[in-house]
C-alpha cells in the first residue's frame, strides 16, 4: 500500500526532529547491557554447585580447575609404535596365526590339513561310544530339565535372554551335574575360565601359531587315556590329506610378521619362565591339576556348526600339542612313543559338537609318515529350542534404515512349549567326556 505523498514528507520530518533533538526521543524497550552481564552472572551463579558456591564464598580454590586449562603433566601418554622393522619381535618371514576371531570357510577339513590330522570314521572313540550308552546319575532327566528351564526360563526377567548369558549358565550348569558321578569328579578336576593356549608348529613351508583364551578350560590331576591303538595310528601312513589347491589352506589365518615363536616353552633362567608359571599353569606339574582334559567352546557369534567345530579342533589340537612339547621338547619333531589326548565340546547352549584330538606326532612340516587323529560327533540337539530368541534381519540397501533389526518371534517364555523332546542321549556323551580318565 502506498502512503500519500504529504504524509511521508511529514514523518521524514518529524525523524529528523527527533534525532536533532527538537522532540526527545522515547526510550526503546529491553535491557541495557549492563543489566544484560548482571543476568549473566547471576544465572551462571545459580548453575554451579553447592560445593562451588561454598568455596568460592570462604574463598577457597576448588578442588577442580578449568575446563580449558591444559595441564602438561595430566596428558594422556602416547607410545610411539615402532615400525615393523623396529621391533624387536619382528621377523622376516611370516607367521599364520590363528585366534578365536578367525573362522575357517571350509570347516573341519581345513584344519586336517593345518594340524596334519586324518578324520576317523567314528563319531568318537569306542571306549567313550561304550560309556555314552550306560553311563547315567539319579533323576537324570528332571535334573537336566530343570537345569535348561532355569538358564533359559527362570534366569532373568527380561522377556528374552541373550545367547552369550545362557550358554555360560546352561554349560556350568551341566558341569555341576556331572559331580552327581562321584566324589571323585569334583576332586580330581578344576575349571578355568579364558585359560590360555599356544602352540607353534611349522607346516610345510609356511609357519602356524594358534594362541587365544576360548571358552572354559576342564583340566585334571591324570592325562587321559589313549584312545586308538598302535595298529590303528601305523594305519594313517596310508591315508592322504585334504587338498584346497588352488586356494591356500592358509587364506582365513591372520598373517603377521611380528610375533614370538615357541614363547611358553622357554629356558630355566629366564624372565619369561616366571609369566608362564602364572599364564601356563594349567600346564605345569606343580600344579595340582597340570592336564588339560576338556576345552569347551562357546558358539556366541551365530557360526555355522562347521565354522565352530573347525575353530574347537584348533584349540583342542593346541592343549595336546603344548603339552607335547613340554613333555618331549620343544626342538623335537619326531613321532611320539605315548600319545597325548584331549577333548573338546562346542556348543551355542542347545546343540553339541563332541571332539577328540590325538597327537601322534610332532614332525608337522612333511606330509608323509604318521598322522595325527581327530574324532567329530556333531549336530547333538539337546532339545528342540522354542525359548524367545534373537534373530538380527538386515534391510534392503534400497530402503532408507539400513540398521539391523530385532524380531522376537516368540515373546512369551511358556516352560512346556519352550523345553520340548529332550535328548537325554546327548547329556550322557557330555557324561562320558567329562567323566573320562
Known amino acids: 500500500m502506498a502512503l500519500n505523498p504529504v504524509r511521508r514528507i511529514l514523518l521524514v520530518h518529524h525523524h529528523q526532529h527527533c534525532c536533532l533533538g527538537a522532540v526527545p526521543c522515547q526510550p526503546q524497550r529491553g535491557y541495557r547491557r549492563e543489566q544484560i552481564a548482571e543476568i549473566r552472572r547471576s544465572s551462571l551463579e545459580e548453575r554451579k554447585s553447592l560445593n562451588r558456591?561454598?568455596?568460592?564464598?570462604?574463598?577457597?580454590?576448588?578442588?577442580?580447575?578449568?575446563?580449558?586449562?591444559?595441564?602438561?603433566?595430566?596428558?594422556?601418554?602416547?607410545?610411539?609404535?615402532?615400525?615393523?622393522?623396529?621391533?624387536?619381535?619382528?621377523?622376516?618371514?611370516?607367521?599364520?596365526?590363528?585366534?578365536?576371531?578367525?573362522?575357517?570357510?571350509?570347516?573341519?577339513?581345513?584344519?586336517?590339513?593345518?594340524?596334519?590330522?586324518?578324520?576317523?570314521?567314528?563319531?568318537?572313540?569306542?571306549?567313550?561310544?561304550?560309556?555314552?550308552?550306560?553311563?547315567?546319575?539319579?533323576?537324570?532327566?528332571?535334573?537336566?530339565?530343570?537345569?535348561?528351564?532355569?538358564?533359559?526360563?527362570?534366569?532373568?526377567?527380561?522377556?528374552?535372554?541373550?545367547?552369550?548369558?545362557?550358554?555360560?549358565?546352561?554349560?556350568?550348569?551341566?558341569?555341576?551335574?556331572?559331580?552327581?558321578?562321584?566324589?571323585?569328579?569334583?576332586?580330581?578336576?578344576?575349571?578355568?575360565?579364558?585359560?590360555?593356549?599356544?602352540?607353534?608348529?611349522?607346516?610345510?613351508?609356511?609357519?602356524?601359531?594358534?594362541?587365544?583364551?576360548?571358552?572354559?578350560?576342564?583340566?585334571?590331576?591324570?592325562?587321559?587315556?589313549?584312545?586308538?591303538?598302535?595298529?590303528?595310528?601305523?594305519?594313517?601312513?596310508?591315508?592322504?590329506?585334504?587338498?584346497?589347491?588352488?586356494?591356500?589352506?592358509?587364506?582365513?589365518?591372520?598373517?603377521?610378521?611380528?610375533?614370538?615363536?615357541?614363547y611358553h616353552f622357554a629356558g630355566k633362567n629366564s624372565k619369561l619362565k616366571m609369566l608362564q608359571n602364572l599364564l601356563f599353569k594349567g600346564y605345569h606339574e606343580p600344579h595340582p591339576f597340570p592336564y588339560a582334559h576338556t576345552r569347551i567352546i562357546y558358539n556366541t557369534r551365530h557360526w555355522l556348526t562347521q565354522h565352530i567345530n573347525a575353530s574347537a579342533v584348533m584349540f583342542t589340537f593346541a592343549d595336546g600339542f603344548s603339552r607335547a612339547k613340554q613333555l618331549y621338547g620343544a626342538d623335537n619333531t619326531s613321532d611320539l612313543e605315548m600319545p597325548v589326548v584331549t577333548q573338546g565340546i562346542a556348543t551355542d547352549g542347545v546343540n553339541f559338537s563332541f571332539i577328540t584330538v590325538q597327537i601322534n606326532t610332532l614332525n608337522m612340516r612333511e606330509n608323509e609318515g604318521i598322522k595325527n587323529m581327530v574324532w567329530v560327533d556333531e549336530n547333538n540337539p539337546l532339545y528342540e529350542d522354542m525359548y524367545p530368541q534373537d534373530i538380527y534381519i538386515q534391510r534392503a540397501r534400497r530402503q532408507k534404515n539400513n540398521r539391523m533389526m530385532v524380531r522376537h518371534l516368540i515373546t512369551k517364555r511358556d516352560p512346556e512349549v519352550g523345553c520340548q523332546n529332550l535328548d537325554i542321549s546327548i547329556f550322557q556323551k557330555f557324561l562320558a567326556y567329562l567323566g573320562n580318565q
Open 53 to 262: 558456591r561454598v568455596y568460592d564464598k570462604l574463598g577457597f580454590h576448588p578442588p577442580y580447575l578449568k575446563k580449558m586449562e591444559w595441564i602438561p603433566y595430566l596428558e594422556k601418554k602416547i607410545e610411539p609404535t615402532l615400525n615393523s622393522e623396529e621391533n624387536p619381535l619382528y621377523k622376516k618371514d611370516p607367521i599364520f596365526s590363528f585366534h578365536s576371531s578367525c573362522r575357517l570357510q571350509e570347516g573341519v577339513s581345513q584344519t586336517l590339513w593345518l594340524t596334519k590330522s586324518v578324520l576317523m570314521n567314528e563319531p568318537m572313540p569306542k571306549h567313550l561310544q561304550e560309556a555314552a550308552t550306560s553311563i547315567e546319575i539319579p533323576n537324570m532327566e528332571e535334573r537336566v530339565t530343570a537345569s535348561i528351564r532355569h538358564c533359559r526360563q527362570y534366569d532373568t526377567e527380561k522377556k528374552v535372554i541373550k545367547k552369550n548369558r545362557y550358554i555360560q549358565n546352561q554349560v556350568r550348569s551341566l558341569l555341576r551335574l556331572t559331580n552327581f558321578l562321584g566324589p571323585e569328579m569334583s576332586l580330581n578336576r578344576m575349571t578355568v575360565e579364558q585359560h590360555f593356549v599356544a602352540g607353534t608348529w611349522d607346516r610345510e613351508e609356511d609357519t602356524i601359531q594358534v594362541k587365544g583364551h576360548p571358552g572354559l578350560l576342564v583340566s585334571s590331576k591324570i592325562p587321559l587315556a589313549v584312545a586308538a591303538s598302535r595298529e590303528e595310528v601305523e594305519e594313517t601312513r596310508g591315508l592322504e590329506l585334504p587338498s584346497f589347491y588352488p586356494l591356500a589352506p592358509t587364506l582365513d589365518l591372520l598373517s603377521t610378521h611380528i610375533y614370538q615363536p615357541n
